[in-house]
């Protein structure tokens, strides 16, 4: 069981915001009722782990989901990254330490890897749950064919089979409809989405023909590669913000539409939010619990026609990790 809304911290922990920042958004989360945070070892290289551990300090472990993940190089070494065995029992031990706990409530790969036998995989993240370090198990930004074979595994060999999918999912990145959901809807798999607005992009704070706003997470150096493409596409921009009527119509800000949208998919159960700031979460949080009737989300459809992106195949996991 996890809250409608989860914390994440990618971009933010250990890089965007300073500690303290940091430290009052996670408050605030807790305080909107907030449970399941999520994090990655990969994310500031270790320090995002280290600030939501000690963001967290003396909060009852019982009531709190923590969610880390697997597969990026986390070093120069050939097995400091991917999905071996070594890498994954280490990377465990690595973001237990980190974070200050003992336990991990989901531990995700976070991307497939072509370089490792997926049995050798499976049977890593088995025996962490046999060893009490990890609860369940995820994966993140996988193609349904790949968490069918995983499944068939775990069948197979007595695993425990995996429980949820992490993939970017919102009004404009609907990759995973196709094939994904249809297969975890079948299976039991729920989805834990991140990006829901689109890295700020459905906020509307984006505007055509404009500078970025100072401070905005398109215009930090780090954060704004990821944004290049959809903040140079005017199109999309105009559209965009031709969905505020729509927002307002619904009583909702248009980042509280647009996390509101990812959970109306039945196959959803959280959405993952970001924060540089406190007043972020207190605005986001609000999209729980909303229900869009189905004309508006006809006519959110209508307005973004073709910027949607729904080809399966452009989620991508890359093919030589171990290169």
């Given at each position: ?289 909303v229900r869009l ?22 989620t991508k996991s ?6």
């Amino acid at each position: 069981m996890v809250s409608e809304i989860a914390y994440g911290n990618w971009l933010t922990h250990g890089s965007q915001v300073e500690e303290d920042t940091a430290k009052a958004c996670v408050r605030a989360a807790l305080d909107a009722g907030i449970t399941t945070f999520d994090t990655a070892d990969v994310y500031a290289q270790g320090r995002a782990e280290e600030v939501l551990g000690r963001a967290l300090k003396g909060e009852r472990r019982d009531g709190l989901e923590i969610f880390s993940k697997v597969f990026w190089p986390m070093g120069e070494g050939k097995n400091d990254k991917g999905l071996s065995r070594k890498h994954v029992i280490r990377g465990a031990e690595d973001s237990l330490r980190r974070l200050g706990t003992d336990y991990l409530d989901l531990y995700q790969a976070h991307r497939f890897d072509y370089s490792t036998p997926l049995e050798e995989t499976m049977r890593a993240f088995e025996d962490l749950v046999r060893q009490g370090k990890v609860l369940y198990v995820g994966v993140s930004e996988w193609r349904a064919e790949e968490i069918e074979r995983a499944l068939k595994i775990a069948d197979e060999m007595g695993f425990d089979r995996i429980v949820s999918s992490q993939p970017q999912y919102n009004m404009l990145w609907r990759v995973i409809e196709p094939e994904v959901v249809p297969l975890s809807e079948r299976e039991g798999i729920g989805q834990i989405v991140w990006s829901p607005i689109a890295g700020g992009v459905l906020t509307g704070k984006y505007k055509p023909g404009q500078e970025l706003p100072e401070g905005s997470r398109a215009a930090d150096p780090n954060s704004g590669k990821f944004l290049r493409g959809p903040l140079e596409d005017q199109v999309l921009l105009e559209r965009v913000q031709r969905l505020e009527p729509l927002a307002a119509e619904a009583g909702l800000s248009l980042a509280q539409l647009a996390v509101a949208w990812v959970l109306q998919n039945q196959n959803v159960s959280s959405a993952i939010i970001g924060a540089s700031r406190p007043a972020q979460v207190e605005d986001n949080v609000k999209a729980a619990g909303v229900r869009l009737d189905e004309g508006l989300l006809t006519r959110i459809d209508e307005i973004l026609g073709d910027s949607v992106k729904r080809d399966p195949a452009l989620t991508k996991s890359p093919e030589n990790i171990r290169g």
